[in-house]
Structure formats: structure tokens, C-alpha cells
């Protein structure tokens, strides 16, 4: 068997924000890793030193800082990507509680050169699994992320995005890439999606390992942050942003996402006319601008 100091140098960011008490907990499983060889790296989009001051008791951790940086996760990312010394870079969010051997997994997927990136199983009690679709990790050319990561099979399999709670890529390409793009604002929708459709439009491919587990725990949000209540018009607007942008980007505009734009239109545009009242109008709005603005930032950007 391979030495453990012969195996890549990993690095592990950890996205947090105004959550101190999670981020410990997420520290506490991390520090139980099978596999030894890596740095942590807490970017901290904060607006109070909670986060640092936690840190004086992790003091192998580097730390980083976003003040006040609600809502920008690829800046976030792209920050402990460029202090990343690792040729593995893996990211979890604060609350994505890693099993023991969770990184010695994630490092096994990298067995050959056209492996890109490499993610792992997702358990999420708030997210019902659809048992009878076998898909995992793929978009559709409407821009429908499917995601069924928490489903419990066997054998690694190939997939065309990971979730960005256990994310690995090759440093190497990262940067190559220009790491995260910015463009993907408000609740970070896509943002996961579109690095893993560059890597591998790069020609690389990635891989799910099922046994490289994290238990995604969702603390609650704090104030400020955007949720997923798509009912929102500040949650759909950036939402279909993301979504418009990431297919004018990715795969490029196609009679089945403009049948899905019909739609989406269609749908708030009646529920205008049944129920005309201000928070139905702005839904409209914020769906219209929302398409609009997405493919605009692709084509202006």
C-alpha cells in the first residue's frame, strides 16, 4: 500500500458565515480524518469576529475574511482557492458535518489524470430523495439542475455537477478556469453547477464517490442571507438570473428552455390576472428581469 506522505496534498475550505457554533462542530469532524495530508481553510464572510475569535482554538487553520460578504459565495470560494496550497481543493459549507473517512475517499477518485473533480454522497433530511429517478447530478437543456445526491448506491459513477457542500477539483484547472465566476449573486444558485460544466467542458471528467459522505445539517440562515423560498420576488429574481445565465453560458439557448421560459411566464402572468394585487406583480417583475438580466450578463459581461 501507498505511504500516507506519498498521497497529494489536499485543501479544505470551509465557507462560513455568522455561524460560530456550527463551524466548530464542522471543525471537530474534520479534525478526524483518516487521510492526514491537508491544510483548512475558513473564509469567513462575517459581519462580527465570532468566527475569528472561535479560531484561536484552531490554530493550524488559516484564516480568511470577507467582511460582511452575505450572498457572494464565489468570491468566497475563489478567495481560499488563491490561499490554497493543495493540489486537491475540496469545499464543504460550515454545516456540512464530514465522515472520517470522507477526504481519503474523495482523494481515491483521483486515480487518473482526466479526473477533474471528484464529489461525494450528500445527506440531507430536508430534501426528499425521488426514488424513482435513477438520475444523479445532471442538468437538462432547460437548465434543471437534478441533484438526488443523497441516494445511497454502491459504485462511483460519473456525474455533470457536484453539490457545493462536497466539491473537490484540481487546483491546476481551478486556476486554469479563473476559478469561481462572481456573476452567480443572491442566494449563489448555479454557482456549483457552472464550475463543474467548465471543468468539464475543459475535457475532464467527474466522479461521484458515494462512500465520501458528508451530512449536510442546514443550520438556520441568519438574517440577510437569501433562502429558497421561490415565492419571494428577491429569491426568484435571482434564481432565474442564475438560471438564464448559466444556460446562455453553458449550453446556450434551445427550444426547451424557451419552452420553459413560455411557461414560467405563463404561469405568473394568469396568477396576475386571477389575483391582481402588488405581490403578484412583483413576482412578474421579478421573473421577467430575472431571464432578462441573466442572458444580458452573458452577452454584455
Known sequence: MQEQKDKPFASVIIITRNRPKILADCLDNLANQTYVDFETI??????????????SAWPAVHYLSIWDGRNNMPAARNLGLSNALGDIVAFIDDDSMVFPDWLENIMSGYSEDVI????????????????????????????????????????????????????????????????????????????????????????????????????????????????????????????????????????????VYLVYVTNMLYEVTTNVIKKPCMATWKLLEATILGFIRGSWDFYFR
Not at 42 to 55: E, T
Open 116 to 255: 477533474g473533480g471528484v464529489g461525494g454522497r450528500i445527506i440531507n433530511k430536508k430534501i426528499t430523495v425521488a426514488v424513482n429517478d435513477a438520475r444523479i447530478g445532471q442538468v437538462l437543456p432547460d437548465g434543471t439542475a437534478i441533484e438526488n445526491f443523497s441516494k445511497d448506491i454502491k459504485n462511483p459513477i460519473l456525474v455533470e455537477w457536484f453539490g457545493g457542500c462536497n466539491m473537490s477539483f484540481r487546483r491546476l484547472i481551478l486556476n486554469k478556469l479563473d476559478g469561481f465566476d462572481s456573476k452567480y449573486g443572491g442566494n449563489n444558485s448555479y454557482e456549483d453547477v457552472d464550475i463543474s460544466a467548465r471543468v468539464r467542458n475543459a475535457g475532464y471528467k467527474l466522479i461521484l464517490i458515494p462512500s465520501a459522505v458528508v451530512d449536510h445539517v442546514y443550520a438556520p440562515r441568519v438574517e440577510g442571507v437569501v433562502t429558497r423560498d421561490y415565492d419571494n420576488p428577491k429569491v426568484r429574481y435571482h434564481y432565474l438570473h442564475n438560471r438564464a445565465y448559466y444556460v446562455t453560458k453553458n449550453i446556450g439557448l434551445n427550444k
Open 42 to 55: 475558513v473564509v469567513d464572510s462575517s459581519d462580527n469576529y465570532a468566527a475569528r475569535d472561535l479560531l
